[in-house]
């Protein structure tokens, strides 16, 4: 069973592509696709990550290139993209570089905003949607959880989560570069989400004014009860959604970040004014019309790819961390193999019928060194002994054997190893915990 990764990201594809391929978990396709992917007889478990700048298919398979194959068709089925451009842009990992690339996506070291924090949470809820879905078991699981302990690694070693910029923050960043001071400036958030309350909150910190709205307006008043709490003072407070076409043309800064499949501000929306408006569109797929642009020359919308030059900026300040941050993910991608390695239990098996054996024979000889046994008797002795033994061990033979291929079958090992062999670190033992995973049998 190998490891492997198709990845289609900022790196290598634009916003419009990304659009196309988005699989995010409020999509109904995704359900589906999750599905027949796993149902591919190569493709035994499956995750896939869809953030604004990434769509990551992470894969456990038997044969990766009809893996990959099977994989590339059906994007060409979903997106409409043609299958060469697909393969000419996508990203492909295998095995040791397949764990690099999770390790590094999950420390945000791989991310637009290298440092953000919103990645580990967006994976965590990837695989939960695939693990009950049935889709992710065993191998995965190992790898993920593992990705989540490197994660913890680089924030605690190194700084660069410290201060971190989000999309976000990033994008309220952009607007105070254009418009200078925001504590004048009356800004409408859209959405509810992880994305909405960072802006509500950026924009809170920087004196302006928010309106927030979403189709369930009660989300949209947790958001302001939470800043509240916070900040009294704040001005901040939740509308209905049914008015979205009236305040788009009466606010002059937008932020819109919701998890609709499709644009919600279009072109027929949008009234000619004479003063300018600043809109960033932080969805994928995009919440806003691109076309609205060509309506007036006083709407500039800014999408997730048009905040580079700020990203720079920030990589530049954060290179001497990313590299300290690559070393603790090199060194994690070989300890996640060598502990994967430890976990086969015919080793273990041999190792403990072998201490058992080397007892037994000691005490023999003992025996017969200080004359409680006559030395004519020891083949038989030997023969009675060696039975016991195997007597002893058949249950737990068994019992190890059978929990092997489950979440729990990790923990038993490792304790036998720390017991029997004594030279485990305990390298999961306590950090690998899957509260989706608890006493349930994966193959």
Known sequence: MDYYILSYSHKNTDIAMREALSLE????STKEFLQDLVSNKFISEAVILSTCNRIEFILNVQNAEKAEEFLLDKLNNYSKIPLPELRTCADSYENLSAIHHLFSVASSLDSL?????????????????????????????????????????VRNSTSISQNSVSVASTAVAKAKEILGDLKSQFALVIGA????????????????????????????????DEIFALSPNAKIRAES?????????????????????????????????????????????????CEIMERSDKIQIFAVDDLEDIVR???????????????????????????????????????????????????????????????????????????????????????????????????????????????????MLESYKCEYAQDKTLS
Not at 114 to 142: D, H, N, P, W
Not at 197 to 222: D, T
Not at 260 to 289: C, G, Q, S
Not at 335 to 352: A, D, H
Request: aromatic residues 10%; charged residues 25%.
């Open 25 to 28: 978990i409020k999509n109904p």
């Open 113 to 153: 905003v290298v440092g953000e924090t919103q990645i580990s949470g967006q994976l965590k809820s990837a695989f939960k949607f695939s693990y009950e879905l049935g889709c992710c078991g065993l191998y995965l699981s190992r790898a993920i959880h593992f990705a989540f302990r490197c994660a913890a690694s």
């Open 193 to 224: 989400g992880e994305m909405s309350n960072l802006c509500a909150k950026h924009l809170i910190n920087a004196g302006c004014e928010v309106l927030i709205i979403n189709r369930e307006i009660q989300n949209a008043q947790k958001i302001c």
């Open 241 to 289: 959604f049914k008015d979205l076409s009236t305040y788009i043309n009466e606010i002059p800064l937008i932020f819109s970040a919701t998890g609709a499949p499709h644009t919600i501000i279009t072109y027929d929306m949008v009234e000619v004014k004479d003063w300018n408006r600043y809109w960033f569109d932080l969805a994928v797929p995009r919440d806003i019309e």
């Open 313 to 427: 900026k920030n990589l530049t300040l954060r290179e001497e961390q990313a590299k300290i941050a690559y070393g603790i993910v090199g060194r994690a991608t070989q300890e996640f193999f060598s502990w994967q390695q430890s976990l086969n239990v015919e080793p273990l098996i041999k190792t403990i019928r072998s201490l058992a054996k080397d007892a037994a024979m000691k005490e023999l000889n003992k025996g017969i060194a200080k004359g409680y046994l006559p030395k004519d008797y020891e083949k038989n002795i030997e023969k009675t002994l060696h039975n016991a033994f195997n007597t002893f061990l058949h249950d737990l033979t068994i019992n190890l054997k059978s929990v092997a291929n489950t979440p729990k079958g990790d923990s038993v090992i490792e304790s036998l190893r720390f017991l029997f062999e004594q030279d485990t670190q305990g390298e």
